[in-house]
T-cell receptor
Framework: GENVEQHPSTLSVQEGDSAVIKCTYS??????FPWYKQELGKGPQLIID?????GEKKDQRIAVTLNKTAKHFSLHITETQPEDSAVYFC??????????FGTGTRLKVLA | DGGITQSPKYLFRKEGQNVTLSCEQN?????MYWYRQDPGQGLRLIYY???????QKGDIAEGYSVSREKKESFPLTVTSAQKNPTAFYLC?????????????FGPGTRLTVL
């Protein structure tokens, strides 16, 4: 069935280093790829998204890249800060009600 | 402030009881969703609604029920038929079902069965 694989499940980086989280999707009809940040006990917050007609999108320290051929998309966080510590989820959507979520990556930024 | 509110934040239920989780949005969004989140798993869709008085089952609807009598409200009832209801429940909304995909989430309700 349709699924989204997300790696790694946990990631620890030193403050100031970069973090990369990768997702692979199976549904070739997917055309929208959001990334969410979830802090403990709270709902996910959209941090960046990309549509299938774009290969890369950047917003300050956060960037997302998309390789449609390989069905991969990745989240890049540069100059990490302690407040970046959270669980990050990727998702893929074919543009209808359906969103397939990854299993999450727990990012720890060590001061 | 526009947004999605969920209540209560924490809910405790005895086995055999039905409980209802509230979800309200003032974003004027047409579509609303309920997800269940378990540790180490992605979000799983319970129910979604495109418009008032219409809703559809998601991937794990068994043991749950919803209503959509108002555009702003989409309450979820966890019935006694749900075998393992302890989880974190998230409500979300989008402006339309298909034309704009960004989902906005509420703060969640943590349900614990005693």
């Amino acid at each position: 069935g349709e699924n989204v694989e997300q790696h790694p499940s946990t990631l620890s980086v030193q403050e100031g280093d970069s973090a990369v989280i990768k997702c692979t999707y199976s549904d070739s009809a997917s055309n929208y790829f959001p990334w969410y940040k979830q802090e403990l006990g709270k709902g996910p917050q959209l941090i960046i998204d990309i549509r299938s007609n774009v290969g890369e999108k950047k917003d300050q320290r956060i960037a997302v890249t998309l390789n449609k051929t390989a069905k991969h998309f990745s989240l890049h966080i540069t100059e990490t800060q302690p407040e970046d510590s959270a669980v990050y989820f990727c998702a893929a959507s074919p543009g209808t009600y359906k969103y397939i979520f990854g299993t999450g990556t727990r990012l720890k930024v060590l001061a | 402030d526009g947004g999605i509110t969920q209540s209560p934040k924490y809910l405790f239920r005895k086995e055999g009881q039905n409980v209802t989780l509230s979800c309200e949005q003032n974003l004027n969004h047409d579509a609303m969703y309920w997800y269940r989140q378990d540790p180490g798993q992605g979000l799983r869709l319970i129910y979604y609604s495109q418009i008032v008085n219409d809703f559809q089952k998601g991937d794990i609807a068994e043991g749950y029920s919803v209503s959509r009598e108002k555009k702003e409200s989409f309450p979820l009832t966890v019935t006694s038929a749900q075998k393992n209801p302890t989880a974190f429940y998230l409500c979300a909304s989008t402006p339309r079902l298909t034309t704009k995909n960004t989902q906005y989430f509420g703060p969640g309700t943590r349900l614990t069965v005693l």
